[in-house]
Each structure stands twice: as structure tokens, then as C-alpha cells.
């Protein structure tokens, strides 16, 4: 009987262990499709761990993190912020804790709404580099509640690549969850479509994040440039974010 390879590797080993593991399996799938390993970016998902966990990490070499609580992600970057990490803000986002997001992160992953958009642009310390912005959009149509539709990210691209404190990247998704890898792929690939749609029209962008610690080898064969992993790094996370304070529920009001 086949034996999840992601299971073994979380709970077996430590952190810097399943840290290498990601990047031979990101390196594997770069190999097969011809692409360079470093063409994607490895975001560890720290998110609900602890900072001694985020430093074991740093300790192995990892340099790019993602959060998704505002409350959590803000304290971690402020505990952390000798070490000069790259910080993604990868959750749902109100926009009254836009501006603890903007102050505090260098990527947002998941913008769906022009609001939250122009809210991140007017916070965005003028002392800082232009925070770096992907559109969240929804490749599964009914199946989510999250993203923006496929046939209204033009308008959305438009109206967030004249914002000064921003520089839109480019595209984000998370596909429904399913074991069709065809299906999935197809998901990933329908993003891919979208983001060359926008750069036919000049947008120029350059990022697409996808894939998970399930799916990154068929998000990077799609073209991910860069894979959100939290579950193969740092192990499995508590069902509940570990602030009640910041809960997602609440992000996602
Ligand atoms: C939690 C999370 C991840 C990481 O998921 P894993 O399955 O643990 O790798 C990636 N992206 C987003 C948006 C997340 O919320």
C-alpha cells in the first residue's frame, strides 16, 4: 500500500530535515519540467507555530515566511525583526487591519477587493519599498467563496497597478481541495492563463503563487513561482489558529 511521503516526513523528523525534503521536492519538479530550482520561492507557512520554530528554520536557511492572523504575523515579524526575514501576509484580510499589514509585511497574497487594495496603498510607510501584491482569484467558481472572478481580475489589476504604495506581482489561488490531480492542474493552469491574459495587455507581471505542501509538484509544473508550505515544514497544526483573538472567522468578516 502506497504511504504518504508528506506524513512520514512531518512526523519523523525536524525542521531543518523536512525543510530539505521541500526543496528536493521543489528541485524534482523543477527538473522535470525544465524549469531552474531557483525559479521558485519557497514561502514557509509558519502560521499557529511558534517563534522558536520559525528560527529552526532560519537556522536551516530559510529566508521567506507566511502568516495569515494579522495579531500573530505582526507579533512573530516584531520578535524576529533583527534577523531581516521576507514576511508574506498570505491570509484573508479585513480592512481595518490593513494597515498593521502594511506596515509590517513586504508580499500580501490575497487581495480580492479594490478596497482593501487602496487601504494598503495609502498605509504603506513611505520609508518602505512598495508592498508587493498578488490578486487572489478564484479558479473554482462555486466550490469557493474566496477570490476574485477570473472575468473581473483585469478591471482589478488595472485599478490596483496605479496605486503608489503598491506593486502588483501578480496572481494567487487555492483550488478547491481534491485528490483529481487532473483537475487540480487544470485549476493551476487556468491561473497561469489568466496571468498571461493580463500580461498581453502590459501588466508585466511575474508571480504566480500556488501550490501547497499536497499539490507544489503540480503547481510548479503549471508554472508557480512561488509554493505556500506550512504542514511538510513544520509539522501538523493545531485545527484552531492558537489566538482566539485573531481567529479566521473573523479575518474573513
Ligand atoms: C495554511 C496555508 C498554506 C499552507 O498549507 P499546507 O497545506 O500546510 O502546506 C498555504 N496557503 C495558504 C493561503 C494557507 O492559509
Known amino acids: ?64 515566511f507566511g502568516e495569515n492572523y494579522v495579531q500573530e504575523g505582526v507579533e512573530k515579524v516584531t520578535a524576529l525583526s533583527s534577523l531581516e526575514l521576507d514576511w508574506h501576509f498570505i491570509g484573508p484580510l479585513q480592512s481595518n487591519k490593513t494597515r498593521a499589514v502594511a506596515e509590517h509585511f513586504s508580499w500580501v497574497h490575497a487581495v480580492d477587493r479594490l478596497k ?36 473581473e481580475v483585469m478591471e482589478l489589476a488595472r485599478a490596483t497597478m496605479v496605486l503608489p504604495g503598491l506593486r502588483l506581482r501578480g496572481l494567487m489561488a487555492i483550488p478547491e481541495p481534491t485528490d483529481d490531480v487532473a483537475l487540480l492542474g487544470s485549476r493551476f493552469a487556468g491561473l497561469k492563463a489568466l496571468l498571461q491574459q493580463l500580461n498581453t495587455e502590459g501588466l508585466g507581471l511575474d508571480t504566480l503563487s500556488m501550490g501547497m505542501s499536497q499539490d507544489l509538484e503540480t503547481a510548479i509544473r503549471e508554472g508557480a513561482t512561488i509554493v505556500r508550505v506550512g504542514t511538510a515544514i513544520f509539522g501538523t497544526r493545531p485545527r484552531k489558529p492558537s489566538l482566539p483573538h485573531d481567529s479566521a472567522e473573523e479575518d474573513k468578516a
Do not use: W, Y
Open 116 to 151: 482593501i487594495a487602496q487601504r494598503l496603498s495609502a498605509a504603506r510607510p513611505p520609508s518602505l519599498p512598495a508592498l508587493n501584491v498578488c490578486l487572489q482569484v478564484n479558479v473554482s467558481g462555486e466550490l469557493s467563496k474566496s477570490g476574485v472572478a477570473p472575468e
Open 1 to 64: 500500500m502506497p504511504v504518504d511521503p508528506i506524513i512520514i516526513a512531518t512526523e519523523a523528523s525536524t525542521i531543518p530535515a523536512r525543510l530539505e525534503a521541500v526543496n528536493q521536492r521543489i528541485a524534482a519538479a523543477c527538473l522535470e519540467v525544465g524549469r531552474r530550482p531557483e525559479s521558485v520561492l519557497l514561502l514557509a507557512v509558519s502560521k499557529t507555530f511558534p517563534v522558536t520554530s520559525i528560527r529552526d528554520a532560519v537556522a536551516a536557511g530559510q529566508r521567506s
